[in-house]
């Protein structure tokens, strides 16, 4: 199997998700959504989503009523419970290295389906918060992953090509974003690529 060299050579922009991207958030999430919900969620099947999406789905599952007033309810808890655990979160292994590494040569965005509140204080205690731009967030666009508009939005800001750009990305609702944006995606973590690895391989794709 070919490495990821061919994808990281050259491209002028990298797009980064947040969450189980850079941002070892998922288990304080799926913590976040559990409280919230009252129950215990699957995570893995609304990673990516908005909040508000994800919530969706999980009344509909549960054959529960999903007005809006729920819906805004659920929300607001969930993200209060996010703020809180993000107090001890980290950077999943790697992907400081590959940012700074990056930074030296290419134009680095975030795109991702968080609250940009949220998203600031992340980006904060990762020391990643001018690392960035544009950095679009579910607060910036009408529909969110896995619709196209977030990744969209960073090519109309940025002015540059889908083929001169790349995005990294954990969920299959980014992934399915990113491919509907006309953009070529790296998966990040289980089943992906890992950050370290990918440090390397940028080192040798831009030698």
Same mark, same amino acid.
């Given at each position: ?6 994808? +990281?050579? *050259?491209? /002028? ?10 941002? %070892?958030?998922?288990?304080?999430? =799926? ?17 990516? #989503? ?15 009523? =999903? $007005?809006? !007033?729920?819906?805004?309810?659920? &929300?607001?808890?969930? /993200?209060?419970?996010? /703020?809180?655990? +993000? ?15 990056? !930074? ?14 949220? &998203?600031?204080?992340? #980006? =904060?205690?990762?020391?990643?918060? $001018? ?6 967030? =579910?607060? %910036? &666009? ?12 960073? +090519?109309? /800001? ?11 990305? $954990?969920?299959?609702? *980014? ?6 944006? *006309? #953009?070529?995606?790296?998966?990040? *973590? ?6 370290? $690895? +990918?440090?390397?391989? #940028?080192a040798g794709a831009c030698a």
């Amino acid at each position: 199997m070919p490495g990821p060299e061919p994808l +990281l050579a *050259g491209r /002028r922009l990298f797009i980064f998700d947040l969450d189980g991207t850079l941002a %070892d958030t998922s288990p304080i999430h =799926a913590a976040a959504f559990s409280t919230a919900f009252g129950a215990p969620v699957d995570y893995a099947a609304i990673a990516g #989503l908005s909040t508000a999406t994800a919530m969706r789905r999980l009344l509909a599952a549960a054959g529960r009523e =999903a $007005d809006d !007033a729920t819906i805004a309810a659920l &929300v607001t808890a969930k /993200r209060a419970a996010a /703020r809180a655990g +993000l107090a001890t979160v980290r950077e999943v292994f790697g992907a400081g290295a590959f940012v700074a590494h990056a !930074a030296a040569t290419h134009r680095l965005a975030l795109c991702t389906s968080g609250a940009r509140a949220t &998203v600031a204080g992340t #980006l =904060a205690r990762l020391g990643f918060a $001018d690392s960035f731009d544009p950095v679009v967030t =579910a607060d %910036d &666009v009408t529909r969110a992953k896995p619709a196209p508009d977030a990744f969209l939005a960073v +090519l109309d /800001r940025t002015g540059i090509a889908p083929d001169q750009a790349l995005v990294f990305e $954990d969920s299959d609702a *980014g992934l399915a974003a990113a491919h509907a944006a *006309g #953009l070529d995606a790296i998966r990040i *973590g289980p089943g992906g690529a890992e950050w370290p $690895d +990918l440090t390397a391989a #940028l080192a040798g794709a831009c030698a």
